[in-house]
């Protein structure tokens, strides 16, 4: 769906964005002509699965995305089919493909990863020309995913204090150095995993207390104002000045984990934009996470599934054990 002008709560940022290939085999053998299942194609990158989800929750949002070649037309499309508002920058490199074989034999997800393309100076410019010039400015802007090769590592920091200076609430999921550059500029929200934390903090911490100390140290230091902890199995944890909180994983029928990390930061982006109080949009963001499991490849949640899985979700604060 073309964007038209106009008031956008939620803007997605993708600078590496990919489609999104999914198959599935017998078994993974080397040197072996492996017979693959018929493939699915989705569109792809952190910034526009999060505005995927948005959009199928019911939320205002806008998907922009830099994408070229015969790939990046091919994306645009699938975007387009799932009718998420967006805003393509065409860029001269080719867009990247990533893979992923599900080995049925064993349950296992191999996922393969490329670089993606390099970006000319214009083309990053452009990107944040728009930023620079949405009018109303968002009240969300979800910086996420990995950034293209060549690309400076301070890319999200320069688009972080851009849009905090346009009064916008910054959320950030990325890792490594493009995560901890950012961070010095300060955001709003970050979904790190335990090992981005302790790469974060320089601790190691090994059980909640830790974990706890470790992310509520980059709120004091004025680096990000939420924390939303992923434990994978173990489930999720949010911090902030206000509180703690801990939902357990539900126990799913997996079928990908694909997406599942985005689906949660869309949902609970989402909750949060619809002005719901922290901890319901934390269980929103743990109902998605969870729903986006159900489902092979970049499928991503289901706003049916999120509903039904959003009531077995209990969170519990870590300072009175309170269900909220």
């Known amino acids: 769906m073309v964007y038209s002008e106009g008031m956008t709560d939620i803007l997605t940022i993708t600078l590496n964005p990919a489609l999104d290939v999914a198959t599935s085999c017998e078994q993974l053998l080397p040197s072996h002509k492996l017979r693959c299942t018929h493939a699915e194609r989705f569109p792809g990158g952190g910034g526009i699965n999060v505005a995927r989800v948005v959009q199928r929750l019911g939320g205002d949002c806008l998907a922009l995305y830099l994408a070229g ?99 916008s609430r910054v959320v950030l999921d990325s890792s490594g150095a493009p995560l901890e550059a950012a961070l010095a500029a300060g955001v709003f929200l970050i979904k790190p995993s335990l090992r981005e934390l302790s790469d974060l903090t320089g601790a190691h911490p090994d ?70 109080d922290l901890p319901m949009a934390f269980r929103h963001g743990v109902a998605a996470g969870s729903a986006a499991l159900l489902h092979a490849g970049t499928t991503l949640c289901r706003a049916d599934d999120v509903a039904r899985l959003v009531e077995q979700v209990r969170v519990t604060s870590m300072d009175d054990r309170r269900a909220e």
């Open 69 to 167: 070649g015969v790939v990046g037309d091919r994306l645009q499309k699938l975007v387009d089919a799932e009718r998420v508002p967006s805003h393509r920058l065409t860029i001269a490199d080719e867009t990247r493909e990533s893979f992923s074989v599900l080995e049925n034999s064993s349950g296992r997800e191999y996922r393969f990863v490329l670089p993606g393309p390099d970006l000319s100076d214009a083309e990053w410019q452009a990107c944040v020309d728009f930023l620079a010039a949405l009018e109303p400015a968002p009240r969300y802007v979800v910086l996420s995913g990995s950034l293209p090769p060549g690309l400076a590592v301070d890319s999200y920091a320069q688009l972080a204090r851009l849009a905090r200076a346009r009064g």
């Open 207 to 276: 059980d909640a207390s830790q974990w706890r100390a470790a992310a509520e140290s980059l709120i004091r230091d004025g680096r990000a104002e939420r924390v939303a902890l992923s434990l994978g199995e173990r489930g999720a944890m949010l911090f902030s000045a206000e509180g703690a909180w801990r939902a357990d994983a539900l126990q799913v029928d997996v079928k990908s984990t694909t997406g599942a990390g985005d689906s949660f930061l869309a949902a609970m982006v989402w909750a949060l934009a619809q002005d719901m």
